[in-house]
């Protein structure tokens, strides 16, 4: 792995001045040389999903043709092997989040599994009726269904901290929530639908404040901000490999071990226990009480190479250069006559949500998609976002550090292309 | 531009989702039913004046993309003032148009009349269920059993 300060450039006397070899880091994603509808693949649809280079992809080759067995079972070499890979790659998500001890990050399969995870052992065993959990009005559906659930389950109430026009969180109508009742807080770092950069350590500090724990959804913050579990003070934090350059199917949720010993198991199978009789089961210890059956091996390992790729980049390099396409991209869509953005919170990072004139967004999508620009159209799974902002879905541009400035003007020609096709 | 969007974004089309014909709450409807595209929140209702066995009037409101709003609205100038067995068979037939390979000629596409101008729609997958939404609505109304049709749980598209 290259360190980080190689990659960084200077392109001169262009006026356009960037610290990020964006040409080169392309290079790595075999992905983006393709065309669709015989034009350039545009990829703008990173929030959704991002692109895997081709370090990822040889990572899983490896493992399928030369490593694979099953782990913490096998004394033959192949499963000591595989063992030793899958339990680096838990290493490598230690140092990736600034967790004090391995034995806080957990394997699963995604974001959603993670916060479903710690609603139902957390929630079940320490929510009981009467108490309040705290979401945010920008919630995607997979951090406010699995608390809808336990409180169903548990006759808790759910709370949401509305927000203001521009897409940011009220902090005192947050405040004022908080109170004796509130047993939990759970909100999104980075919203995938308006691209606010949430005040999530202020958030922290109050709801530990009132004695609540918080976990931070860090689905769409993890590819973009530099985190440290340690620094926010987060209680749990999960997040999705394939939003990191990784496989689907896998993430983490980190989780403060002593929390995590108090907590039950999720679900009951091989590998999470110690001793079984059928009178009484042991669980095993952390992070293993929390991974029933074989575990998907293949993508921890090849989320491991993501993480050493994206580390290799550099977190600050990464947000910096993001930063500079979200700027250029909010200048050049907010300049088309007729288009609205939606998210203008003076922190954001990475997403362009907006609506074409009164042109839908499924139609504005279709079009753009013949220039072989992919964007996502719709709720984006936060219809209480939609609702707020009186709107049945947004077009969302949403930016990885492999996308270009040329992209953008495409992306901006395209719309400009749809709006003559509508005569608007 | 490509032919398949010169195709789907023809000026009929454009015509009709700018100037939607029979919009609008029916105030004499003996049915009327909901169609929901919960994906993308295309949202209809259909209502329908039954003369016996005629549709003696039709119309829609609610919002949607330009290609669900344009077929609702020439939906409805196609089926006011036929028999319902004549509704249900157009239906098929532009049904089968919408969802039909690509690769393959169109038959009698003259039986459905400006309908036909949705023929394009079947080169874009995506888009089908929002062609067919007020279809099936329709076609709920008309079995007056009044349940809100949903593109994502009837195995509509």
Redesign the interface.
Known sequence: MKPSTEILTKEKGTGAETSFDVARVREDFPILAQKVHGKPLVYLDNAATSQKPQVVVDALTKYYASQNANIHRGVHALSELATYEYEKARGKVKLFLNASDSREIIFVRGTTEGINLVAQSYGRKFIKAGDEIIVSAMEHHSNIVPWQLLCEQTGAVLRVIPMNDSGELLMDEYKRLLNKNTKFVSVVYLSNSLGTINPVKEIIKYAHEAGAPVLIDGAQSTPHLAVDVQELDCDFYAFSGHKICGPTGIGVVYGKANLLEAMPPYQGGGDMISSVTFEKTTYNSLPYKFEAGTPNIADTIAMGAAIDYVHGLGLKNIASYEHELLAYATEKISAIEGVRIIGTAEKKSSVVSFVVGNIHAHDVGTIVDREGIAIRTGHHCTQPVMRRFGIPATARASFAFYNTMEEVDKLAGALLHVKEIFGS | ??S??NE??QQLI?DHNKSPRNFGKLEHATNHAEGYNP?????FTVFVEMDGDVIKDVSFQG?????SKASASMMTTAVKGTKKAEAEKLFEKFHSVVTRDIHKGIDDLDELGCLGALAGVAE?P??IK?ASLAWHALHSALRSDGAVVSTEDTGAN
Do not use: K, P, Q, V
């Open positions: 531009m490509s398949e969007l789907l974004y454009l994906l993308c929140g295309d949202h919002s949607g993309c330009a290609i874009f995506a888009r929002c």
